[in-house]
């Protein structure tokens, strides 16, 4: 079973328009982080978050807001009033608490964001 | 602004044959990895490195696939006999924290392609 999922394969939006990316995860742990890396068409990863599984606070920053729902096990993103540079493979991350000595990281299948101006 | 840099950024290479990876991980940080992404598909995890030792491996990463810190800055991955299936991007990552949850730092990706 997938432990990270985004169900969202391709969103494709017009500028200024909010639009939510969807990150649902699996994990027995109680102590786990979970993040949002984004990956432009020039093929970097590029961290934007990292929540723990104790801060069920939303955060927001700038034109981007994530909320953290651990009743429904879901780590959503919102870009308010996208631009075009905002097109990139959006990837939702999970690391669990098993591997003490780093962190390994499980990525969703990602989100292809295409914003058209 | 400290980054993670690898080389080659594309290697092109005949099946069977041995592939280096290089990777400047950030001067500071403790933790080092190996992830790839097949074309259009997600990334995956192969490798984590701390104190001069593997310290999680995932299935993908067998007796091809080996790991050096050769010096105080670079972190290699090998490839003994590439495969066709071994063509992907290949991104390593650092990080400062100790324990899991750290923030990583990828570097911008060595694109394989196996012929």
């Known amino acids: 079973a997938q432990k990270v999922t985004q169900a969202q394969t391709e969103i494709s939006v017009v500028e200024k328009e909010d639009v939510t990316l969807d990150c649902v995860y699996e994990?027995?742990?109680?102590?786990?982080?979970l993040f949002w890396y984004k990956q432009p068409p020039s093929g970097e990863l590029v961290f934007l978050i990292r929540?723990?599984?104790?801060?069920?606070q939303n955060e927001i920053s700038g034109r981007y807001s994530w909320n953290f729902q651990k009743s429904t096990s879901s780590f959503n993103f919102t870009i308010t009033a996208s631009q075009v540079v905002d097109s990139a493979v959006y990837f939702c991350?999970?690391?669990?608490?098993?591997?003490?000595?780093?962190?390994?990281?499980?990525f969703g299948k990602g989100t292809t964001l295409s914003v058209s101006s | 602004e400290p980054e993670v840099t690898q080389t080659p950024s594309h290697q092109v290479t005949q099946m069977g044959q041995e592939v280096i990876l290089r990777c400047v991980p950030i001067?500071?940080?403790?933790?080092f990895y190996w992830y790839r992404q097949i074309l259009g598909q997600k990334v995956e995890f192969l490798v984590s490195?701390?104190?001069?030792?593997?310290?999680?491996k995932s299935e993908i990463f067998d007796d091809q696939f080996s790991v050096e810190r050769p010096d105080g800055s670079n972190f290699t991955l090998k490839i003994r006999s590439t495969k066709l299936e071994d063509s992907a991007m290949y991104f390593c990552?650092?990080?400062?924290?100790?324990?899991?949850?750290?923030?990583?730092?990828f570097g911008e990706g060595s694109r394989l392609t196996v012929l």
């Open positions: 990552a650092s990080s400062d924290r100790t324990g899991f949850g750290g923030e990583l730092f």
């Open positions: 994990t027995r742990d109680t102590t786990y982080y």
């Open positions: 929540r723990n599984s104790f801060d069920e």
């Open positions: 991350a999970l690391s669990e608490v098993a591997n003490q000595a780093g962190t390994a990281l499980i």
């Open positions: 001067s500071n940080h403790l933790y």
């Open positions: 490195f701390y104190n001069n030792e593997i310290s999680e």
